[in-house]
C-alpha cells in the first residue's frame, strides 16, 4: 500500500520517514519529494508497505503527530491511474485567400 504523507519540514530524510514507519511494519520503499532544480524538500513524499494492515497502522497511529516541529499528515492514497499524455501536434496556420482578392 502506498502512503502519502504531507506536511514536513524541508530538512527532513527519508531516513526520518523510516524510522517513524517501520515501527509499525517493513517499508519496501520511500520517495521524499524534491523540486528538480534545487533539489530542496517539498514537503511530502510517499512511503511503500507491503501489508496493508501494517499501512493502516501507520496511518493510524502517526497522521497528525510531529517530525521536527512539524504536524504530519498521513493518508491511504487512491489507486494509481495511468495516464496517456497526448502531444498536440499544433499545425502552422494556414493562409485563406478569398477568391478575387490578391
Do not use: W
Request: net charge neutral; proline share 3%.
Amino acid at each position: 500500500m502506498v502512503i502519502f504523507v504531507g506536511n514536513f519540514s524541508g530538512d527532513t530524510s527519508e531516513h526520518d520517514l523510516l524510522d517513524k514507519f517501520e515501527q509499525y511494519g517493513q517499508v519496501t520503499a520511500i520517495n521524499v519529494m524534491k523540486d528538480e532544480i534545487s533539489e530542496h524538500v517539498l514537503g511530502f513524499g510517499f512511503v511503500e508497505m507491503p501489508d496493508s494492515a501494517a499501512a493502516h497502522r501507520a496511518i493510524a497511529g502517526l497522521n497528525r503527530t510531529t517530525l521536527k516541529g512539524s504536524t504530519l499528515i498521513v493518508c491511504e492514497t487512491a489507486p494509481r491511474v495511468e495516464r496517456r499524455r497526448f502531444a498536440q501536434k499544433q499545425s502552422a496556420p494556414r493562409q485563406v485567400h478569398a477568391v478575387g482578392q490578391g
